[in-house]
Each structure stands twice: as C-alpha cells, then as structure tokens.
C-alpha cells in the first residue's frame, strides 16, 4: 500500500521535506516560550486559533508545530519540552487516508478513542508493559489523526524532568525518544482524552521569528514501525535537522502496528 500524497497547502511537506510556509505565536496569539502567560492554556481565544489550526491534516501540521513549546503544571512541578521531532498518524482501512502504521488502522476502541476526538486533546498509551508515549490529536472531531510527540528538548523544569528521568546521562537525553519525552512531562495513560490546550497544559508555537525554515526540517519514515507503515511510502516523522536531541532512526524488529 503507498500513502495517498499530500494536499496542496501552505506550509505542507513536499517529498523532500520542504515547507513552503509557517505560524508563528504571535500570529495566533499563543505567545512565546519566552512569554508563558501569554500561551494558548491562559486565553480561551488563543487556544481557540491554535485548535483550529491544529485541526488540519496531521502530516501539514507536523512541520508547524516543531519547535513549539509543550508545559505540563502537574502535581510535583512543572515541565516545559520543546518539540524538536514527531510523527504523523492517520485513519483505519476504510477511511479517506487509511494508515496501516496506526492504532486506528482497525477501527476504534476504547484504548485509541481519543484520536478521533477534538484536535488538541492528548491520546496517550501505554506500550511494552512499561512506557507511556503522548501524542497531540489533529484533524476534525471524528476523523483519527494525531501527531506523536518523538523527542524534544527540556526548556523549564530540568530538575524535575531529571528527577523523572534519572537513567539519562545528559540533558539532551531526558526527552529524547517518545517515552523519555512523556516521562519527562509527567504523562500518562490517565491524560489521554485532556486538553493540551488548556491549564494544566500549555502549547505555544515558536513566536517572531517565525518557526524553523524549510532548510532545518527533515522528514523520513517512521520508527520502529513494521510493514508498509514505516516504510518510505510514508515518509511522516518529522524533525529539525541536526538537533541533538532528535532520536535516532531504527527500523522495526516485530510485526507490531506501532512501537510509539
């Protein structure tokens, strides 16, 4: 099976990974990393447009949202990651984008329900008998899309993400890999459904300058995922090139679905 292409839209990724456009916060009115109380979980109209934008095409948004700035204020502390790799999953068999890589590749259930839900909310799993891995859902209510946050770069809250985290060796450890990144911010399976959106949660797109360039980004198969979903047919991880904190690529070993 090969991925159906990509729609023509400002800021999609071409074969080569190129982006032909970008969101700051500013443009939407999320703020900056610099400025957390201007984010999207401190004004309902910021998170309104953030959502909206977050509605599209997973694999548009994907690009988008790299460099972006996730905050979890849970019960211990606060932790803030900033997004420096994901991949994009779609819809099951008899859907408009059918993705055998995904959890909704069969139907729906009550484990991958949130990734039909609203864009923004967290569908979270619990993979391997021991990781939790987040994604943040895209698309409209109703059609299963949502990006897998991969890897990304402690930004706030270091001596609690290292606290969580006590086998990493350096910084650029603590959230690189998807479990490492949701044991980082405290996530688990008991978040999925939330709204990221929302305290206590905050997500703000990289402000003024706009994002990364289209230089900075590549995009290639997915990790660890077996038969045609990871393999070059669906070219949906995205990245910021050179970024010591990206994980490193690896084929599947197992026929599973998924690794997250």
Known sequence: ???SP??????????????SGSVSGAELGTGTAADPGAGAGSAPGAAGSLRELLS?????VAPLILGAVLTHNGRDGSVSIRITEVEAYLGPHDSLHPDPGSHTFRGETARNAPMFGPAGHLYVYFTYGMHHCANIVCGPAGTASALLLRAGEVVAGHELARSRRPTSKSDNDLASGPARLATALGLTTADSGRDALVAPFRLELPGNPPGPAAADISSGPRVGVSG?????DYPWRFWLSGDPTVSRYKAAK???????
């Not at 045609?228 to 070059?232: E, F, P, V």
């Not at 197992?254 to 690794?259: G, L, S």
């Open 228 to 232: 045609a979903g990871g393999s070059h």
């Open 6 to 19: 990509l729609p023509a839209r400002s800021g999609a990724v071409s074969g080569a990974g190129a982006v």
């Open 56 to 60: 599209a095409d997973a694999r548009h």
């Open 1 to 3: 099976m090969t991925s």
């Open 254 to 260: 197992a026929p599973n679905a998924r690794n997250g």
